[in-house]
């Protein structure tokens, strides 16, 4: 089963910085459209920012518009979720995605970031 594998979460305290990692199969993740999600206790899962496989064009969702930068690195089959200033609020677990449309949609496992403040 195709799988990305997520890691860099952990334990920061408000205003730290953590970086964020995803890795997966060469021959999916460079065809790929890549996403970060994340998920908060009692919320659903939503998207933070993702980054075109053609292009490298970026979104970053409002709430952490200024705060967190994606990039990917093709060439190590790699995302990246730079994520700065941190709050309380980013506390979730952080999720990979990896969107090929209609070939298919690949998840990780998931990366806790804990924010004490």
């Known amino acids: 089963q195709v799988r990305f594998v997520e890691s860099g979460g952990g334990l920061v305290h408000a205003g730290g910085s953590l970086r964020l990692s995803c890795t997966g199969p060469?021959?999916?993740?460079?065809?790929?459209?890549m996403g970060w999600y994340r998920q908060a206790p009692g919320k659903q899962r939503e998207l933070v920012a993702q980054?075109?496989?053609?292009?490298?064009?970026?979104e970053i969702v409002d709430s952490v518009k200024g705060r967190f930068t994606i990039s990917r690195d093709d060439a190590k089959s790699t995302v990246y979720l730079q994520m700065n200033n941190l709050q309380f609020e980013d506390t979730a677990l952080y999720y990979c995605?990896?969107?090929?449309?209609?070939?298919?949609?690949?998840w990780g496992r998931g990366t806790q970031v804990t924010v004490s403040s």
């Open positions: 995605n990896g969107d090929v449309g209609v070939v298919g949609e690949y």
């Open positions: 060469e021959h999916i993740f460079a065809f790929a459209t």
């Open positions: 980054i075109a496989a053609a292009n490298g064009s970026a």
